[in-house]
């Protein structure tokens, strides 16, 4: 690393604090047990800080007080509740740039991207408290006799599990629909990424209520498992793997809770030759996510080129690849970071090796970049394959990092088997000038989020969710506020 970049990273490290704690009743707390885990620079292998090591008893603790703090919660009226998420919502913007740069030294994540993610936190909070009056029910006019009607109820405690590709922003942003709603919560962080949600716990103290929201480090069999298992935890969010999800779905059987499963993906970017090449070549390279290092559930990782404009539009896309600026991830000219673990980077790296043997060809990319100052960190070069048949495994398989697969079509009645053959069903971009052929498309595949001339951009309000082992539930819309309530029926007899 040369001498600048060092003391650059170096300066960015003062907005981290001596020690880490979590929330858990309003009080700041280490494990129960003492025990700490450390937390990793994934740009340069450095040691952040220690965090708690949370296990069953800590989480005994967080659900406890959540249980606690529930009855005065649940009393106050919606726009109360509103009214301390928008003062959330204030303080994210505030501390904007600390929260930025914490999961930029945390994640490997650029702090650009990070400041998003903070301001779209900020406007999640604000969108669920404006929606704080549609929580009513109905009233069904059954008999003469009776007056029938129903109201939305909140579950009691959520448990809520993050992981780390958008920490801040699934850490605060989530917590929004189930807190207006009138339920508490226990939060989860990731364990690659804490330092985000224990900074958040300092605000959280401030903000709300003891017991109200309590967060806890550690990770997915200490402190998860239990925490999706805990008798007073009546509704489970998850946010993570495919295989984390289902267990998550077994440990939640007996207790027959009610889940919401944000999973993995293997999106579809599907291109017609009409399209104006420069605007799609760019959407092909924005929906890649490599400016997340593709770690993005919703990254359009299978790109379908038809085969008339596929040689230009991949030299092109490959021109834009290798000219992005990768940097630190506290760089502020950098365009893209770093995976955010060795065993992110080594699972990677082993996908390009299998895409090499399966007989793809890659076209740029492949590796760590040479710079010196990358040598200690996770980075990879934004990486194509060109000739990839769609089952091969580097087509069918989530890898999580900066790795697209090109694979060329020539007849438009091929397309929706191929974008089906996965088992996920996330998202998919559709381009073409022709909206009829779009939106025939777009009826055949089976994704919870489509595109048309478009790809990454979420939009308050509109559901995003998954298909087939995508997921399960719709977030970022009215009915994730409606999935934290459920029915109660009241049935008067007015003879
Ligand atoms: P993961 O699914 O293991 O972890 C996500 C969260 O779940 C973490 O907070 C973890 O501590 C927790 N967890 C793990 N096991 C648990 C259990 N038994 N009970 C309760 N909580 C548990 O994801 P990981 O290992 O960080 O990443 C592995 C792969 O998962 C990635 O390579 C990627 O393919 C996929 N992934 C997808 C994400 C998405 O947004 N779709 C996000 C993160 C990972
Ligand atoms: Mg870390």
């Given at each position: 690393?040369?001498?600048?970049?060092?003391?650059?990273?170096?300066?960015?490290?003062?907005?981290?604090?001596?020690?880490y704690y979590c929330l858990?009743?309003?009080?700041?707390?280490?494990?129960?047990?003492?025990?700490?885990?450390?937390t990793?620079?994934?740009?340069?292998?450095?040691?952040?800080a220690?965090v708690p090591?949370c296990?069953?008893?800590?989480?005994?603790?967080a659900?406890?007080?959540?249980?606690?703090?529930?009855?005065?919660?649940?009393?106050?009226?919606?726009?109360?509740?509103?009214?301390?998420?928008?003062?959330?919502?204030?303080?994210l913007?505030?501390?904007?740039?600390t929260y930025?740069?914490l999961d930029?030294?945390d994640g490997?994540?650029?702090?650009?991207?990070?400041?998003?993610d903070v301001?779209?936190a900020?406007?999640?909070?604000?969108?669920?408290?404006?929606?704080?009056?549609?929580?009513?029910?109905?009233?069904?006019?059954?008999?003469?006799?009776?007056?029938?009607?129903?109201?939305?109820?909140?579950?009691?405690?959520?448990?809520r599990i993050v992981p780390f590709?958008h920490p801040i922003l699934f850490a605060a942003s989530r917590l929004?629909?189930?807190?207006?709603?009138?339920?508490?919560v226990v939060l989860k962080s990731a364990e690659q990424t804490p330092l985000s949600a224990l900074e958040m716990g300092h605000d959280l103290k401030?903000?709300?209520?003891?017991?109200?929201v309590n967060v806890l480090s550690g990770?997915?069999?200490?402190a998860?498992?239990?925490?999706?298992?805990?008798?007073?935890?009546?509704?489970?969010?998850?946010?993570?793997?495919?295989?984390?999800?289902?267990?998550?779905?077994?440990?939640?059987?007996?207790?027959?809770?009610?889940?919401?499963?944000?999973?993995?993906?293997?999106?579809?970017?599907?291109?017609?030759?009409?399209?104006?090449?420069?605007?799609?070549?760019?959407?092909?390279?924005?929906?890649?996510?490599?400016?997340?290092?593709?770690?993005?559930?919703?990254?359009?990782?299978?790109?379908?080129?038809?085969?008339?404009?596929?040689?230009?539009?991949?030299?092109?896309?490959?021109?834009?690849?290798?000219?992005?600026?990768?940097?630190?991830?506290?760089?502020?000219?950098?365009?893209?970071?770093?995976?955010?673990?060795?065993?992110?980077?080594?699972?990677?790296?082993?996908?390009?090796?299998?895409?090499?043997?399966?007989?793809?060809?890659?076209?740029?990319?492949?590796?760590?970049?040479?710079?010196?100052?990358?040598?200690?960190?996770?980075?990879?070069?934004?990486?194509?394959?060109?000739?990839?048949?769609?089952?091969?495994?580097?087509?069918?398989?989530?890898?999580?990092?900066?790795?697209?697969?090109?694979?060329?079509?020539?007849?438009?009645?091929?397309?929706?088997?191929?974008?089906?053959?996965?088992?996920?069903?996330?998202?998919?971009?559709?381009?073409?000038?022709?909206?009829?052929?779009?939106?025939?498309?777009?009826?055949?595949?089976?994704?919870?989020?489509?595109?048309?001339?478009?790809?990454?951009?979420?939009?308050?309000?509109?559901?995003?969710?998954?298909?087939?082992?995508?997921?399960?539930?719709?977030?970022?819309?009215?009915?994730?506020?409606?999935?934290?309530?459920?029915?109660?029926?009241?049935?008067?007899?007015?003879?």
């Amino acid at each position: 690393m040369s001498q600048l970049t060092e003391t650059a990273v170096k300066a960015s490290h003062a907005v981290l604090r001596e020690k880490y704690y979590c929330l858990i009743g309003g009080e700041l707390t280490g494990a129960e047990s003492g025990q700490t885990f450390p937390t990793i620079n994934p740009a340069t292998g450095e040691k952040l800080a220690d965090v708690p090591d949370c296990d069953e008893r800590d989480v005994n603790r967080a659900v406890e007080a959540a249980q606690k703090a529930y009855p005065a919660w649940r009393r106050l009226t919606p726009l109360e509740r509103a009214g301390y998420c928008r003062r959330f919502a204030a303080r994210l913007r505030e501390r904007a740039e600390t929260y930025a740069l914490l999961d930029a030294l945390d994640g490997g994540n650029i702090i650009r991207s990070l400041r998003q993610d903070v301001e779209h936190a900020a406007r999640m909070h604000e969108y669920f408290a404006g929606l704080a009056t549609e929580l009513k029910g109905e009233t069904i006019p059954a008999n003469a006799q009776t007056f029938n009607f129903t109201l939305p109820e909140p579950f009691g405690v959520v448990g809520r599990i993050v992981p780390f590709n958008h920490p801040i922003l699934f850490a605060a942003s989530r917590l929004a629909a189930p807190l207006v709603a009138g339920n508490t919560v226990v939060l989860k962080s990731a364990e690659q990424t804490p330092l985000s949600a224990l900074e958040m716990g300092h605000d959280l103290k401030e903000l709300f209520p003891p017991g109200v929201v309590n967060v806890l480090s550690g990770d997915g069999p200490k402190a998860g498992a239990p925490l999706v298992r805990h008798p007073d935890v009546r509704r489970v969010a998850f946010t993570g793997s495919v295989e984390v999800g289902r267990q998550i779905l077994r440990d939640s059987a007996d207790g027959l809770k009610t889940v919401s499963l944000e999973l993995g993906g293997k999106n579809p970017m599907i291109i017609f030759p009409d399209v104006d090449l420069e605007k799609a070549v760019a959407s092909a390279f924005q929906g890649m996510n490599y400016s997340w290092q593709g770690q993005s559930c919703g990254s359009t990782s299978r790109l379908f080129l038809q085969d008339s404009i596929h040689d230009e539009f991949l030299e092109r896309l490959a021109e834009r690849a290798q000219a992005v600026r990768i940097g630190m991830p506290t760089d502020d000219a950098a365009e893209m970071g770093c995976l955010v673990s060795e065993r992110q980077f080594d699972k990677v790296m082993a996908y390009i090796e299998l895409g090499k043997k399966e007989g793809a060809r890659l076209v740029t990319g492949g590796g760590r970049p040479p710079n010196p100052e990358f040598q200690r960190g996770n980075f990879v070069e934004p990486t194509i394959f060109d000739q990839v048949d769609y089952r091969m495994r580097l087509a069918q398989e989530e890898i999580f990092g900066p790795v697209q697969s090109v694979i060329r079509w020539r007849k438009t009645e091929e397309l929706a088997a191929m974008a089906n053959s996965v088992p996920y069903g996330l998202t998919a971009s559709i381009w073409t000038r022709d909206f009829a052929t779009a939106y025939r498309l777009a009826q055949e595949i089976e994704a919870g989020f489509i595109w048309i001339n478009d790809s990454s951009r979420h939009f308050q309000g509109v559901p995003f969710g998954g298909y087939k082992q995508s997921g399960l539930g719709r977030e970022e819309c009215l009915s994730e506020l409606l999935s934290y309530t459920q029915i109660k029926s009241i049935n008067v007899n007015l003879a």
